[in-house]
C-alpha cells in the first residue's frame, strides 16, 4: 500500500501568518491527494481534493498544489478557526490511506 | 445537505462482532454515484480506511482487514452498515462512516463518529 509521510508533526503559527504543511506519498499518485481538517471532537472535514481544488464551502485562503509524490497544503492567513490536525489522504491506490496528520497549533 | 450518523454499541466483548449502522439523512442513499464508507481512528493514531459497499451490493475490503469485515447498504431505510468479527482490543477505535465519490473517491461528508471499546 501506499505509504503517506507529513511534516512537520507540529507546526507553531500565529494568527494571521502564514502555515505550510507537506505531505509526500511512497510513490506516485498522480493528483489523486486529499485534504482533511479535524479540529477535537469532530469528524475530519474534505479541504481539498484533485491535489488543488476545493471542497465546496472551503475558504480561499486554504490551498492546495503538488502532484506525484510531493504535495503542499498552505494556509494564507490564519484564522483562530484554523487550528486543527491536517491530514492527507491518496486515493490512486487501493486501499485509500492516510498521512500521520500535521498539528496546527497556536504560537 | 446530506448528514451521516453512526450508530452502535460503544462497548463490544473480545471475539465478539461489532456491528455499526450509518444512517443518511438529506438525499436518498441511491442517488447519485457513492459509494458508502467505514473509516476507523485508534486514539492518538492514524486515519484506517476499512472498506466501502455501494447500493448494487458490490464491496472492497481492506486486505488488513477483509478477513473480518463485512457491509451492506439497506436502501429501503436509508442506511449502511458494518460487521467486524473476531474483535481484539485493537480494533478500539472511532469509527466514521463517510460518503465516497465512485468516480474521484471523494470522502465528504464524514459522520460524527462513534467510540467503540473493545474490552471484558
Known amino acids: 500500500e501506499i505509504v503517506m509521510t507529513q511534516s512537520p508533526a507540529t507546526l507553531s503559527v500565529s494568527p494571521g501568518e502564514r502555515a505550510t504543511l507537506s505531505c509526500r506519498a511512497s510513490?506516485?499518485?498522480?493528483?489523486?491527494l486529499a485534504w482533511h481538517q479535524q479540529k477535537p471532537g469532530q469528524a475530519p472535514r474534505l479541504l481539498i481534493y484533485?491535489?488543488?481544488t476545493r471542497a465546496t464551502g472551503i475558504p480561499a485562503r486554504f490551498s492546495g498544489s503538488g502532484s506525484a509524490t510531493e504535495f503542499t497544503l498552505t494556509i494564507s492567513s490564519l484564522q483562530s478557526e484554523d487550528f486543527a490536525v491536517y491530514y492527507c489522504q491518496q486515493y490512486k491506490n487501493w486501499p485509500l490511506t492516510f498521512g500521520g496528520g500535521t498539528k496546527v497549533e497556536i504560537k | 445537505q446530506v448528514q451521516l450518523q453512526e450508530s452502535g454499541p460503544g462497548l463490544v466483548k473480545p471475539s465478539q462482532t461489532l456491528s455499526l449502522t450509518c444512517t443518511v439523512s438529506?438525499?436518498?442513499?441511491?442517488?447519485?454515484?457513492?459509494?458508502w464508507s467505514w473509516i476507523r481512528q485508534p486514539a492518538g493514531k492514524e486515519l484506517e480506511y476499512i472498506g466501502r459497499a455501494h447500493t448494487s451490493g458490490s464491496t472492497r475490503y481492506n486486505p488488513s482487514l477483509r478477513s473480518r469485515v463485512t457491509m451492506s447498504v439497506d436502501t429501503s431505510k436509508n442506511q449502511f452498515s458494518l460487521n467486524l468479527t473476531s474483535v481484539t482490543a485493537a480494533d478500539t477505535a472511532v469509527y466514521y462512516c463517510?460518503?465516497?465519490?465512485?468516480?474521484?473517491?471523494?470522502?465528504?461528508?464524514w459522520g460524527q463518529g462513534t467510540p467503540v471499546t473493545v474490552s471484558s
Open positions: 438529506g438525499a436518498s442513499i441511491s442517488s447519485g454515484s457513492y459509494y
Open positions: 484533485g491535489a488543488s
Open positions: 463517510v460518503r465516497e465519490g465512485d468516480n474521484d473517491s471523494r470522502l465528504d461528508p
Open positions: 510513490q506516485s499518485v498522480s493528483s489523486n
